[in-house]
């Protein structure tokens, strides 16, 4: 039995609680470098110009870890990386090369491969892990402050 101390101390019901004092914000890993495994993979179209095609990989991290709040973040936090296959004045097929080889290189492929060998099997890269620099994206008008992930780095 509870004595009347623990009773008064027992914490309010979530659903109890006034909307407005609720937290409604996406948590966002704290900066730094994190190993991440590779969850899924997949080449799509860009959702604002359907004429261009991306690279789209989910991270996940693969120890629990520190939100930017000091909350704690479960094994399996989810990053989406993306990179443009689609060649432009920006991106010129030679960089977009350059791009892919670099995912495949700290994924273990040191030769051996293409950069098109990604772009028609994304899921090759599956299961790989990676160490992976993390920032925080600040807000802006049309998005909410994000993770994303900066830098691979080599382990070797």
């Given at each position: 039995?509870?004595?009347?101390?623990?009773?008064?101390?027992?914490?309010?019901?979530?659903?109890?609680?006034?909307?407005?004092?609720?937290?409604?914000?996406?948590?966002?890993?704290?900066?730094?470098?994190?190993?991440?495994?590779?969850?899924?993979?997949?080449?799509?179209?860009?959702?604002?110009?359907?004429?261009?095609?991306?690279?789209?990989?989910?991270?996940?991290t693969?120890?629990?870890?520190?939100d930017?709040?000091?909350?704690?973040?479960?094994?399996?936090?989810?990053?989406?990386?993306?990179?443009?296959?689609?060649?432009?004045?920006?991106?010129p097929?030679?960089?977009?090369?350059?791009?892919?080889?670099?995912?495949?290189?700290?994924?273990?492929?040191?030769?051996?491969?293409?950069?098109?060998?990604?772009?028609?099997?994304?899921?090759?890269?599956?299961?790989?892990?990676?160490?992976?620099?993390?920032?925080?994206?600040?807000?802006?008008?049309?998005?909410?402050?994000?993770?994303?992930?900066?830098?691979?780095?080599?382990?070797?």
């Amino acid at each position: 039995m509870l004595s009347p101390d623990a009773v008064g101390a027992a914490e309010v019901d979530p659903l109890d609680q006034d909307v407005g004092g609720i937290d409604t914000s996406f948590p966002l890993l704290s900066p730094g470098l994190y190993d991440m495994e590779i969850n899924e993979a997949s080449v799509g179209h860009k959702k604002d110009d359907p004429s261009r095609e991306v690279l789209t990989i989910k991270f996940v991290t693969t120890l629990d870890s520190l939100d930017v709040k000091g909350e704690s973040l479960h094994k399996g936090y989810p990053i989406f990386y993306r990179t443009g296959l689609t060649p432009t004045e920006d991106m010129p097929a030679k960089k977009v090369a350059t791009n892919l080889a670099r995912i495949l290189k700290v994924c273990g492929f040191k030769s051996g491969v293409s950069p098109r060998q990604l772009t028609q099997d994304p899921k090759m890269v599956v299961g790989r892990v990676v160490r992976c620099k993390v920032k925080v994206q600040k807000e802006t008008d049309d998005y909410p402050a994000s993770n994303s992930i900066s830098q691979f780095v080599d382990v070797e």
